[in-house]
């Protein structure tokens, strides 16, 4: 069964940098586009960007541009996400989730992964 | 790009049905057939329900089902279940490859 297990929760300083992992397994890593979406505590869902199956492209919210990177490790099965010059209001759970595959779809989502900013 | 208008909240009895719309542009809802709502129960994670605006995942209920007309797609929940009681989200595909997600409706069954 397809599985996205992700890395523990974090709490850092504001102005640091966290990296978030998520491991795949069940699925053909390979074959997917793979998305990071967060949720800050008490608000709704918001997609932060795509990496491709090879890696080779990313494709990253407007909002999030030169803090944001998307990296993918096919040896290991797992993606990460890079969010750098942390503040306060990027305290979120963050959600790697898997692609459908051309229906543009988050059809499995990983257990997600809090990240607290805080001084 | 701007989240996708849902209502706050909606709310139905056992039984009845109720609609969510979800209102974006021609740039995301309007231009692709790509609009897909998830559920969600408080401190869970999102449960993808409908794919390209009207197709159902394997295990998802039919009474949940999926429509768009123009630039506003919409969620359909008929026979009403004190289960279905979650909140539910939008998204869309957009016209720069990004994706974009509603605000979210929070459904209460009475």
């Known amino acids: 069964q397809v599985q996205l297990v992700q890395s523990g929760a974090e709490v850092k300083k504001p102005g640091a940098s966290v990296k978030v992992s998520c491991k795949a397994s069940g699925f053909t890593f390979t074959c997917c586009h793979m998305h990071w979406v967060r949720q800050a505590p008490g608000q709704g869902l918001e997609w932060m960007g795509i990496?491709?199956?090879?890696?080779?492209?990313?494709n990253y919210a407007q909002k999030f541009l030169g803090r944001v990177t998307m990296t993918r490790d096919t040896s290991t099965s797992t993606v990460y996400m890079e969010l750098s010059s942390l503040r306060s209001e990027d305290t979120a759970v963050y959600y790697c989730a898997k692609d459908l595959g051309g229906s543009w779809t988050f059809d499995y989502w990983g257990q997600g992964t809090l990240v607290t900013v805080s001084s | 790009q701007s989240a996708l208008t849902q209502p706050a909240s909606v709310s139905g009895s056992p039984g009845q049905s109720i609609t969510i719309s979800c209102t974006g542009t021609?740039?995301?809802?309007?231009?692709?057939?790509?609009v897909s709502w998830y559920q969600q129960y408080p401190g869970k994670v999102p449960k993808f329900m409908i794919y390209e605006v009207t197709n159902r995942p394997s295990g998802v209920p039919d009474r949940f089902s999926g429509s768009k007309s123009g630039n506003t797609a919409s969620l359909t929940i008929s026979g009403l279940q004190a289960e279905d009681e979650a909140d539910y989200y939008c998204?869309?595909?957009?016209?720069?490859?990004?994706?974009?997600f509603g605000g979210g409706t929070k459904l209460t069954v009475l």
């Open positions: 021609s740039s995301d809802v309007g231009g692709y057939n790509y």
């Open positions: 990496i491709s199956p090879s890696g080779a492209y990313t």
């Open positions: 998204s869309s595909y957009t016209s720069s490859g990004t994706w974009v």
